[in-house]
């Protein structure tokens, strides 16, 4: 089983990584892979972003173990079985970007993401079992275990929809 560990950046996909880790499972870290399998193919200067052949990657990806997690803010994108998105409230993700020392745009650019639910969006419309966490105000530790309890059967309040952060957003405006 492969299963997508995806989210805007600055969700949790790393920490919850590495704490699903620290129980013995194998998570795949895509950015890692596609910089080894020299699969960025460019650089987006105004976004700071890099290019990579997700196309290329998807074919890269070997696992080595019966259950696997792909970690990445594109990881819905490669063949799995499911994607777990984690969610972060956009107040939230603001100040976790910041602290990073990202520019004001790119920050900004990520908590829009994240308030329109682009990659929720992105992962439902191209797989069949989607869940979502929201990871605002647990660790890592306690979103790992949500994340097992998922794959445990423990699902409900995990759907698409279950996260919702509309009344934040309205009060921008």
Not at 30 to 55: H, K, M, S, Y
Not at 67 to 87: C, E, P, Q, T, W
Not at 149 to 168: F, N
């Amino acid at each position: 089983m492969h299963v997508a560990l995806t989210g805007t950046p600055g969700t949790g996909k790393s920490s919850v990584g590495v704490a699903l880790e620290r129980r013995g499972y194998v998570v795949i870290d895509l950015d890692e892979l596609a910089r080894r399998e020299g699969l960025i193919v460019g650089r987006d200067e105004a976004r700071q972003t890099d290019e990579i052949d997700v196309d290329a990657l998807r074919r890269a990806v070997r696992v080595p173990a019966k259950i696997a997690f792909l970690k990445g803010h594109y990881s819905h994108l490669m063949d799995v079985n499911l994607a777990i998105v984690l969610r972060c409230r956009p107040s939230v993700l603001r100040s976790r970007l910041e602290e990073r020392g990202w520019p004001e745009a790119k920050v900004r650019e990520n908590v829009e993401a994240e308030a329109i639910d682009v990659i929720l969006q992105e992962a439902t419309s191209r797989l069949p079992f989607v869940f979502e966490i929201d990871t605002s105000n647990t660790t890592a530790a306690q979103t790992a275990e949500r994340v097992l309890a998922i794959l445990q059967g423990k699902r409900e309040g995990h759907e698409p929809g279950s996260v919702d952060w509309s009344d934040e957003v309205l009060s921008w405006y």
